[in-house]
Nanobody, 121 residues
Framework: QVQLVESGGGLVQAGDSLRLSCAAS????????MGWFRQAPGKDREFVAG????????SYADSVKGRFTISRDNAKNTVSLQMDSLKPEDTAVYYC??????????????WGQGTQVTVSS
């Protein structure tokens, strides 16, 4: 079992930056591919970014590529999402997830409770 807790969300203006963190307890995160997803009101949960076991490989949704950076620190059992040049359309609840990887939420077994990110124009 893995317990995930996100932090770092908030209300910012367009163009600002935020850094989300995900802290894990239970099993070590090095056993999982990690991902960040988001869900806006009335929309399906969507993939944002993923990082490989070692952190050497990353993938991003086209909508955030070049603006967001995912990273992990297996020694600290944490995963982060640096979000720069935020846009109002980035407004959503952001979730950290651990699992087999990929862009489908069904491939992730463990989820955090989510943290709200709101970007005003």
């Amino acid at each position: 079992q893995v317990q995930l807790v996100e932090s770092g969300g908030g209300l910012v203006q367009a163009g600002d930056s935020l850094r989300l963190s995900c802290a894990a307890s239970g099993r070590t995160l090095s056993s999982y591919i990690m991902g960040w997803f988001r869900q806006a009101p009335g929309k399906d949960r969507e993939f944002v970014a993923g990082v490989s076991y070692s952190g050497g490989g990353t993938s991003y949704a086209d909508s955030v590529k070049g603006r967001f950076t995912i990273s992990r620190d297996n020694a600290k059992n944490t995963v982060s999402l640096q979000m720069d040049s935020l846009k109002p359309e980035d407004t959503a609840v952001y979730y950290c997830a651990a699992g087999a990887g990929g862009r489908s939420a069904q491939r992730y077994d463990y989820w955090g409770q989510g943290t709200q990110v709101t970007v005003s124009s």
